[in-house]
């Protein structure tokens, strides 16, 4: 076992290293560029063996790791954001191949207006691809993740592509101490991909995501599809308990912090819920009853166990650090949707929208929409959705409005 000071980038790449994965189809994309770097680097040293080809866009990408993947290859490859988004067309076909390739997303802000922070509306744009989604919070998880992904995916019962979601430059670029699963441990964790086990062989042709013209048949591989989602959460319950006897390290559907006894609950995912974390940690000093419960499984979706994890509290604040346009934010709608119409649910279920394209949320915030929380109880009425936004930041976003609008007319006057 060793121990290692790495970024979020650097975790991905060992975690894919460790995986024994063998074919790296890449194309660079900020704020992930460094994962597909890293193992070329290593590649190139001969310090790991496989095959890493550089292709033309997101698109190709993800449809040559599908090919390669279904060849009986173990296959790892990496992107973030608008190359997410560029490559969904085929997120959806390799899911429908039913292939067990293991792809990190870095979470970036989606255009437009373009950014290069982070938020997650490029990894809950996949929620639905058929792809599982495993979100990480911190740099070891990241690592953890693409092992236990990387099994999970080759499992007989799912044999389905799994995303490991991380931030970008929250976690990408930070710096954190990581312990390294050693090899012959991983080898227990996770044996060697058996090629046989796949039946894609030029001397053996079959169809694979035959063209279905009729409702009937495709309606029928699409819900087989979505029962093999179902059965990844078995499959992950049974990895996390295995990684657990192995490695030492425990992980649930939801990672929890203090929510047992808690009055109100945060609920948020991915390197920004560790702010949420400190923010109970605080107000427990202060003597209010908060906690923390963070979906680290995103598909499939740990309804159940959100259920059972928010029973009997007295509200939930659901942080979202994304937002469905005309809806609000989307995991507020995933919460609220596994606990509509269940006994002993949270009288008061909040909804704040924070963090969107890397914008910071504060200790004073997460105060803030606790005390609110209790209040509305208190009232029995819920609060409306709001942005977490500042009245400083609406005056500096006027004053540049402004002066956009002052340049905007003197170039209008030089044009004349």
Not at 19 to 48: K, N, S
Not at 100 to 119: F, Q
């Amino acid at each position: 076992m060793t121990r290692l000071l790495l970024t979020g980038n650097a975790a991905a790449a060992w975690g894919a290293r460790l995986a024994g994965a063998e074919y790296f189809p890449v194309f660079p994309i900020t704020p992930q560029t460094e994962i597909i770097e890293t193992l070329g680097r290593w590649i190139d040293r001969g310090e790991m063996g496989g095959r890493m080809v550089t292709l033309d866009s997101e698109h190709s990408m993800i449809t040559a790791a599908g090919a390669g993947a279904a060849a009986g290859v173990r296959t790892f490859t990496a992107t973030s954001s608008q190359g997410l988004l560029y490559g969904m067309e085929m997120l959806y076909t390799v899911a429908g191949w039913r292939v067990p390739l293991v792809m990190v997303n870095v979470s970036r802000g989606l255009s437009a207006p373009i950014t290069l922070e982070p938020d997650h509306n490029d990894i809950l744009a996949a929620r639905d691809s058929g792809c599982m989604i495993l979100h990480a919070a911190t740099c070891q998880e990241t690592v953890d993740a693409i092992l236990l992904a990387t099994r999970i995916a080759e499992d007989p019962r799912v044999r389905l592509p799994v995303i490991v979601n991380l931030d970008g430059f929250y976690l990408s670029f930070t710096r954190e101490p990581v312990t390294l699963p050693d090899a012959t441990l991983v080898s227990r964790f996770l044996p060697d991909l058996d090629p046989e086990d796949y039946a894609f062989r030029a001397d053996k042709p079959v169809s694979e995501a035959v063209a279905v013209l009729g409702g009937g048949p495709y309606s029928y591989f699409r819900y087989e599809t979505h029962l093999a989602s179902l059965a990844g959460g078995t499959a992950f319950d049974e990895a996390t308990q295995d990684y657990a006897e192995i490695f030492g390290r425990e992980y649930g559907a939801l990672q929890t912090h203090k929510s047992d006894d808690a009055e109100v609950v945060f609920v948020q995912m991915g390197s920004f819920a560790t702010k949420a974390q400190d923010a109970v940690d605080r107000l427990r000093d202060q003597g209010i009853k908060a906690g923390l419960v963070r979906p680290f499984l995103i598909r499939p979706w740990p309804g159940e166990a959100l259920r059972h994890a928010l029973k009997n509290k007295k509200a939930v604040v659901v942080v979202d650090q994304n937002i469905s346009m005309g809806m609000g934010g989307v995991l507020h709608g995933e919460v609220a949707s596994a606990l509509y119409g269940h006994a002993q649910m949270p009288p008061v279920l909040m909804s704040a929208i924070g963090g969107l394209g890397g914008r910071d949320i504060v200790y004073g915030e997460y105060a803030a929409l606790a005390n609110e929380a209790l209040q509305a109880v208190e009232r029995g009425e819920t609060p409306p959705p709001r942005l977490l936004y500042t009245e400083t930041e609406l005056r500096e976003i006027r004053k540049l409005q402004a002066i956009a609008a002052v340049e905007h007319i003197e170039h209008e006057e030089d044009a004349s």
